[in-house]
């Protein structure tokens, strides 16, 4: 069963902050949602599908269902992939709604990491612990390992990567809610210290509380509300692991989230007007922009450099809000925030300077996990109606 057309985006909040010592997780969780609610133009009353991820406080969607007062819930899902969950979550809702479980679903998500210690994650009883763990892989020097690998094979270079940080940048300065919002050049990123070589402190993503919301709907819900529509038409999601130890860094799950995405919204890359591309790290969205058919394989870095993928400028805007590496990665998972900006520039509500003109489909694709061990892949295609 197809979900093209079969479900409707049509709410959509961010929570402002990106410093929240006097919330809980659980009160962001409650003021997205309620954000995300009046942009719709309905109540909790009327959700009756409800979707979160390993930030959520509590057993699953139990307790936050209980927390946010959503007494009509007919459908749930706690779907855990990492930063990818709520990309994965929209395709989720939007096949929940098709199959007729729910009618309006309510995704949410939030997080404290900059202001607050996170829960570690419990590892111990992975099956793959005990052969990682005394090794010391940890986040960043995964992405460094994907980011020499990728150097090697192709010949990318570190002056490539940091135009992907500089396109963040400019995007950055003109959102008022970003957590960084200066300018940078491409010297910059290079002269800034290295974290896990090859990749430096600027090719990393920020830290920041916060969260977000999404309201997913049947058409007949969305036909009744006075928003502008923005229809879910392709989705796609894939994991990808060690293999067994036939590793290859050079690759994402995107090979197989993507065109499975493109081909059930019938649509091409070059159709692509606008793309929120998860950017935990500046290597992140070069392997995606491949792996997705923006271009060809290894010439990732030559695709963003000199201001390609800055809006206005470049041929594929990306990431107009200032995304992970400038503006919001809350509660270091950064793929529901790549929906919302996507709707935002669908409605032509992003900021005038970087308003996509004839904006009219657009891509948003996540990773969770780490593209160095093993990560989940999400990718859901949206068109203005």
Same mark, same amino acid.
Request: charge should be neutral.
């Given at each position: 069963?197809?979900?093209?057309?079969?479900? /409707?985006? %049509?709410?959509?909040? $961010?929570?402002?902050?990106?410093?929240?010592?006097?919330?809980?997780?659980?009160?962001?969780?409650?003021?997205?949602?309620?954000?995300?609610?009046?942009?719709?133009?309905?109540?909790?009353?009327?959700?009756?599908?409800?979707?979160?991820?390993?930030?959520?406080?509590?057993?699953?969607?139990?307790?936050?269902?209980? /927390?946010?007062?959503?007494?009509?819930?007919?459908?749930?899902?706690?779907? $855990?992939?990492?930063? =990818?969950?709520?990309? !994965?979550?929209?395709?989720?809702?939007?096949? !929940?709604?098709?199959?007729?479980?729910?009618?309006?679903?309510?995704?949410?998500?939030?997080?404290?990491?900059?202001? !607050?210690? %996170?829960?570690?994650?419990?590892?111990?009883?992975?099956?793959?612990?005990?052969?990682? =763990?005394?090794?010391?892989?940890?986040?960043?020097?995964?992405?460094? %390992?994907?980011?020499?690998?990728?150097?090697?094979?192709?010949?990318?270079?570190?002056?490539?990567? !940091?135009?992907?940080?500089?396109?963040?940048?400019?995007?950055?300065?003109?959102?008022?809610?970003?957590?960084?919002?200066?300018?940078?050049?491409?010297?910059?990123?290079?002269?800034?210290?290295?974290?896990?070589?090859?990749?430096?402190?600027?090719?990393?993503?920020?830290?920041?509380?916060? *969260?977000?919301?999404?309201?997913?709907? =049947?058409?007949?819900?969305?036909?009744?509300?006075?928003?502008?529509?923005?229809?879910?038409?392709?989705?796609?999601?894939?994991?990808?692991?060690?293999?067994?130890?036939?590793?290859?860094?050079?690759?994402?799950?995107?090979?197989?989230?993507?065109?499975?995405?493109?081909?059930?919204?019938?649509?091409?890359?070059?159709?692509?007007?606008?793309?929120?591309?998860?950017?935990?790290?500046?290597?992140?969205?070069?392997?995606?922009?491949?792996?997705?058919?923006?271009?060809?394989?290894?010439?990732?870095?030559?695709?963003?450099?000199?201001?390609?993928?800055?809006?206005?400028?470049?041929?594929?805007?990306?990431?107009?809000? *200032?995304?992970?590496?400038?503006?919001?990665?809350?509660?270091?998972?950064?793929?529901?925030?790549?929906?919302?900006?996507?709707?935002?520039?669908?409605?032509?509500? +992003?900021?005038? +300077?970087?308003?996509?003109?004839?904006?009219?489909?657009?891509?948003?694709?996540?990773?969770?996990?780490?593209?160095?061990?093993?990560?989940?892949?999400?990718?859901?295609? %949206?068109?203005?109606?």
């Amino acid at each position: 069963m197809s979900i093209k057309g079969k479900a /409707y985006i %049509m709410g959509a909040y $961010e929570h402002p902050t990106r410093n929240a010592p006097d919330k809980s997780v659980a009160q962001i969780h409650a003021e997205a949602a309620r954000g995300a609610l009046a942009d719709a133009g309905l109540s909790k009353d009327d959700v009756d599908g409800y979707f979160c991820a390993g930030d959520a406080p509590g057993i699953g969607p139990l307790s936050m269902a209980d /927390y946010l007062g959503l007494t009509k819930l007919k459908h749930v899902d706690s779907t $855990e992939i990492g930063g =990818s969950s709520y990309i !994965a979550h929209v395709s989720h809702a939007a096949q !929940a709604i098709a199959s007729g479980k729910c009618s309006v679903a309510l995704v949410t998500l939030g997080g404290k990491p900059l202001s !607050a210690p %996170m829960p570690r994650p419990v590892f111990a009883l992975a099956p793959d612990a005990s052969f990682e =763990s005394g090794l010391g892989v940890v986040i960043a020097n995964s992405y460094g %390992m994907c980011a020499m690998r990728h150097m090697y094979e192709y010949g990318t270079t570190s002056e490539q990567l !940091a135009w992907v940080k500089v396109a963040a940048s400019h995007h950055a300065q003109y959102n008022a809610h970003a957590y960084k919002r200066n300018v940078v050049t491409v010297e910059q990123v290079l002269a800034s210290p290295i974290i896990a070589d090859p990749l430096h402190r600027l090719d990393c993503c920020v830290i920041t509380d916060g *969260g977000g919301a999404l309201i997913v709907t =049947s058409p007949e819900v969305a036909a009744s509300l006075k928003r502008p529509r923005v229809k879910v038409i392709g989705a796609g999601e894939s994991p990808k692991g060690q293999m067994g130890g036939e590793v290859d860094l050079t690759y994402t799950g995107a090979v197989r989230s993507g065109p499975a995405a493109f081909a059930e919204a019938g649509v091409r890359p070059a159709d692509i007007k606008y793309a929120s591309i998860y950017d935990s790290f500046t290597i992140t969205v070069v392997m995606q922009l491949e792996d997705l058919g923006f271009c060809e394989k290894g010439k990732g870095g030559w695709f963003v450099a000199d201001g390609n993928l800055i809006a206005g400028v470049g041929k594929l805007p990306f990431n107009t809000d *200032g995304g992970g590496l400038c503006s919001n990665h809350p509660g270091n998972r950064g793929g529901l925030t790549k929906v919302l900006e996507a709707v935002r520039q669908l409605r032509g509500e +992003a900021h005038p +300077a970087v308003q996509v003109k004839n904006c009219d489909i657009a891509l948003a694709h996540g990773t969770g996990g780490s593209l160095g061990v093993r990560h989940g892949s999400a990718t859901v295609i %949206m068109e203005r109606e």
